[in-house]
């Protein structure tokens, strides 16, 4: 199954974290990984997760997060691990 | 495991620096829908285009959404269509009711553009070649999507004069005919010398008879990605100029690679190939013409552009050649006047010329490409541009091409707006001097000797 990358980058906030992952679990989705910075004075989340479980689609759950992004600030982002893995590994 | 600067530096590189996918274009083999009756032809080459490439558009979507990367086009190129209409066209307006068919596969498919409106004439003309060239600016006049190209020549037989001069005078008419639009058709119309069989890129993409029955061929381009990894390695020597070239490209076509995989595999077409080539658009941030003036030019044009251009071209192709597991088509930097916002800049500014384009082409991946000239240019005169160009391409064996808009009604000091992708252009200077017997000579000018390789 391939890995998903969920990006979270905007101004912080209390409850960014808490509102990703619920949306998360609603929808069935594993998370494998967080890691979480400030970078350049912005919130700045990347987490792997396995959306193998998930009855939604994937391409409902990319617009879904982007609205959720755009409720709360933030810049949500969802995409398949694979563009980053063949970019930066050989 | 993925870290989250990786995964910022990407994204990045998609948000602001233009990284994309421009294109993904199918390839599609029209050989077996050749047919003595033009109905039917027209409806064999109909159904064979819609059938393979009903889902291309929604494929591309659905990439472009799950990875979160831009892909700019979905286009078509199909076989030469002088060899596919040969045995049912018996004059030009037999042809024009191909383009007509292509443009409506085109449109029913969703693709943007459509090429392979061509003729391959680089040794000489079958009566269906000549056909062919006779009916393109009809054809471009009534169609939309439909792109055209011309090879007149090659390393290997020299160059088609008789073509060349042909080509001179069908450029004047597809501007004509197109007038009222800024004579765009002559945007959708290539004359070639070394033309590949496997280019995705618009307006000179087909696909030659030397390809399977389909396949997927994608263009990456990342000018300004390339560009932002310079910023970062000012001042530095030529070693870490070209290490720096090097390794954007090897990312930005790891890319490339990714996306022509997924796209092979989802319409269960082979995978052909990736070019590299840096394609520029008009939007800012994302110029050849850019990158040449960080690497220390106080404008394309200036003395040292050549040498930047070769160096961005050679650098671009080591590092995208191990990104990838088959590279083809033009893969170098492209520099079209109309479609780069740095290159219009020059032009506007006076420091680059047609001459200096020219020099350029020697070095870069096709040649004078989307240049807008004066409306009475002669036939005769963009003849001559054609053999300089061809006669690049054939003695130094790579690609050229030649991409001129002579825009009716208008001169030197104007500027024509095409509209989307293809940019806007200063009307530019074409040399006075005239070339008629020189061209009017026909006949062939022979291969050059290092064509006998043997």
């Known amino acids: ?90 | 495991m993925i870290n989250i600067f990786e995964v910022n530096e990407t994204n990045t590189m998609i948000e602001q620096e233009n990284l994309d996918v421009r294109t993904i274009t199918l390839g599609i083999s029209l050989l077996d829908c050749c047919d003595a009756d033009l109905d039917v032809l027209n409806r064999n080459i109909y159904d064979k285009i819609t059938r393979l490439a009903h889902d291309l558009v929604s494929t591309g979507r659905e990439i472009e959404c799950e990875y979160g990367l831009p892909i700019v086009n979905t286009r078509i190129s199909v076989t030469p269509i002088a060899l596919v209409g040969g045995r049912a066209c018996r004059c030009p307006e037999d042809f024009v009711t191909i383009a007509r068919t292509l443009d409506e596969a085109a449109r029913d498919t969703g693709v943007n553009f459509l090429g392979g409106y061509s003729a391959l004439v680089s040794k000489g003309m079958t009566k269906a070649d000549r056909d062919l060239i006779r009916s393109i600016p009809g054809a471009l006049s009534s169609t939309e999507r439909v792109c055209s190209s011309v090879n007149v020549g090659s390393t290997r037989t020299g160059i088609n004069m008789d073509a060349v001069k042909l080509m001179g005078e069908i450029i004047r008419e597809t501007a004509e005919a197109t007038q009222e639009n800024n004579s765009l058709g002559c945007a959708k119309l290539v004359v070639f010398c070394n033309a590949p069989d496997d280019n995705p890129f618009m307006a000179g993409a087909f696909h030659g008879v030397t390809e399977a029955d389909a396949v997927i061929n994608v263009g990456v381009s990342g000018p300004g990605v390339v560009k932002h990894a310079l910023e970062g390695v000012r001042g530095e020597n030529f070693e870490v100029l070209c290490e720096t070239v090097k390794k954007t490209a090897f990312k930005v076509t790891r890319v490339g690679q990714l996306v022509a995989q997924e796209a092979s595999e989802r319409l269960g077409v082979p995978f052909g190939i990736v070019d590299l080539s840096l394609a520029p658009t008009p939007a800012v941030g994302d110029s050849v013409a850019e990158i040449l003036e960080e690497m220390g030019l106080e404008s394309a044009g200036a003395p040292g552009t050549t040498a930047a251009l070769a160096l961005l071209n050679d650098q671009v192709k080591k590092g995208g050649v191990m990104a990838s597991s088959f590279v083809g088509g033009l893969s170098g930097a492209f520099i079209p006047v109309s479609e780069d916002q740095g290159m219009i800049d020059a032009v506007n500014r006076g420091a680059l010329t047609i001459e200096k384009l020219e020099a350029m082409t020697c070095v870069c991946s096709v040649g004078l490409d989307m240049i807008a000239i004066p409306g009475t240019t002669s036939a005769a005169t963009i003849s001559g541009i054609i053999a300089d160009e061809a006669a690049i391409g054939m003695v130094n064996q790579k690609t050229t091409a030649v991409r001129l808009i002579p825009v009716i009604g208008k001169d030197v000091g104007d500027t024509v707006e095409f509209g989307g992708l293809l940019g806007h252009a200063p009307v530019q200077r074409v040399n006075p001097f005239g070339c008629e017997d020189f061209v009017n000579r026909g006949g062939r000018i022979p291969a050059p000797i290092h064509s006998f390789k043997n």
């Open chain 1, 1 to 90: 199954m391939k890995k998903t990358i969920i990006t979270v980058v905007g101004k912080d906030a209390v409850g960014i974290i808490a509102r990703v992952c619920t949306y998360l679990a609603d929808n069935q989705v594993n998370v494998e990984d967080i890691s979480q910075t400030i970078v350049q004075g912005y919130f700045n989340m990347m987490m792997i997760v396995d959306t193998g479980r998930s009855p939604r689609p994937f391409g409902e759950m990319v617009r879904d997060l982007e609205e959720l992004g755009d409720e709360i600030g933030v810049r949500i982002r969802c995409q398949h691990e694979d563009i980053f893995t063949k970019m930066h590994r050989i």
